[in-house]
């Protein structure tokens, strides 16, 4: 489980680093693609590693699609809510992915688990804030965040059972990427500013935390992926408020609180 740990940890700085490229979010994705496809591509040409193509690449296809879907839909979240609002609502993706695994039997359906499933609903639904939905491009914004959540989930399913070379996986995924952000891509250079930031997203946060994550995930369970997936947001909200000067009151604290505690309580459901 160290391996999705150190990822999450890696993901949770994501969103300060999008804010700061001051990039759209079909650029943003694009170069974030282009990036990690180019640094996997010369790695995977200097280590001689072929790619095949079977029905697993079928799947790893599919899958990336959906990944750089998620991507754009979480940068345009970001954008037009905050990091932390974002994220919260993002991180209902370890409820869909429970929800997902009761429904394809991967896990047991339990009463316990579906209350603290709603718990965490509830804590995710005080962070927003109904009011806050009167703050212009906030409903589209968390709107944005669900719909990348369930993507995401589609993601770690489809994924969780394919056995062939991570970097491969990887270099499909982002070339897969790569040529679907490239039409609707404007191509302006961004600022010089920018770069050091795109660099970032586009070897960090993406061939270094895929590996991680998906090397993770073929040893761990749905319900362990997904009370882990909570650090990210954890990373999020600290970086949120450290660097974006986001304001949390009481009600929100609570929230937050009380997703993090029913995700706690769902691990060790599963650990007895």
Request: with cysteine.
């Amino acid at each position: 489980m160290l391996e999705i740990t150190a990822s999450m940890l890696i993901w949770g700085t994501l969103g300060m680093f999008v804010l700061w490229s001051k990039v759209s979010a079909i650029d943003l994705t694009f170069f974030r693609c282009l990036i990690g496809a180019l640094s996997i591509g010369l790695y995977l040409l200097k280590s001689g590693r072929r790619i095949s193509f079977n029905r697993s690449t079928l799947i790893i296809s599919l899958a990336g699609i959906f990944a750089v879907a998620n991507w754009l839909f979480l940068f345009k979240s970001f954008q037009l809510a905050s990091i932390t609002i974002g994220n919260m609502a993002y991180y209902l993706q370890p409820i869909i992915l429970l929800l997902l695994g009761f429904m394809c039997k991967f896990e047991r359906f339990s009463w316990r688990k579906v209350i603290l499933i709603l718990l965490a609903c509830l804590g995710v639904a005080l962070t927003i804030r109904l009011d806050s939905f009167a703050v212009p491009n906030m409903l589209l914004g968390v709107s944005c965040a669900l719909f990348a959540a369930i993507l995401y989930s589609l993601v770690t399913l489809m994924m969780r059972n394919i056995h062939a070379d991570i970097f491969v996986i990887i270099f499909i995924q982002l070339l897969i990427g790569t040529l679907m952000t490239a039409p609707l891509a404007s191509f302006s250079v961004p600022a010089p500013s920018s770069w050091w930031c795109l660099l970032i997203i586009g070897l960090v946060h993406t061939p270094l935390a895929y590996f991680l994550y998906y090397r993770g995930i073929k040893k761990a369970s749905v319900t362990q992926i997904a009370v882990l997936s909570y650090l990210d947001p954890i990373v999020a909200i600290i970086s949120d408020i450290m660097f974006f000067n986001q304001h949390l009151n009481g009600v929100q604290l609570f929230g937050i609180s009380l997703t993090f505690l029913a995700g706690f309580m769902l691990i060790r459901l599963k650990l007895r």
